[in-house]
């Protein structure tokens, strides 16, 4: 009943930038946290960003200064603008978010991933 779809990953050269969205859409009644982890291959799944629906962020230390995530709770969508990319953060991009529906109580929902490769 909720989806979770992602965009904007790719391939782009060190120092580069992309900017990823998620977009949720389904029976929402409301949206709490939303957040964007990554994985690369051989490891586990990290934090890079969340933000709160009043706005509070926080960041993974490695990329602090870079990124910047943001919301737009009338389109239920989040953001993450990656600048200065570099080599370690390619990985693949998850989107989360904490939501509660007409149907079900809060839960914690998954996007299917984004690419983003940083590569010359």
């Known amino acids: 009943q909720v989806q979770l779809v992602e965009s904007g990953g790719g391939l782009v050269q060190p120092g580069g930038s992309l900017r990823l969205s998620c977009a949720a859409s389904?029976?929402?009644?409301?949206?709490?946290?939303m957040g964007w982890y990554r994985q690369a291959p051989g490891k586990q799944r990290e934090l890079v960003a969340a933000?709160?629906?009043?706005?509070?962020?926080n960041y993974a230390d490695s990329v602090k200064g870079r990124f910047t995530i943001s919301r737009d709770n009338a389109k239920n969508t989040v953001y993450l603008q990656m600048n200065s990319l570099k080599p370690e953060d390619t990985a693949v991009y998850y989107c989360?978010?904490?939501?509660?529906?007409?149907?079900?109580?809060?839960?914690?929902?998954w996007g299917q991933g984004t690419q983003v490769t940083v590569s010359s």
């Open positions: 989360n978010a904490d939501i509660g529906t007409y149907y079900s109580a809060r839960g914690d929902y």
């Open positions: 389904g029976s929402i009644f409301s949206i709490n946290a």
């Open positions: 933000i709160t629906s009043g706005g509070s962020t």
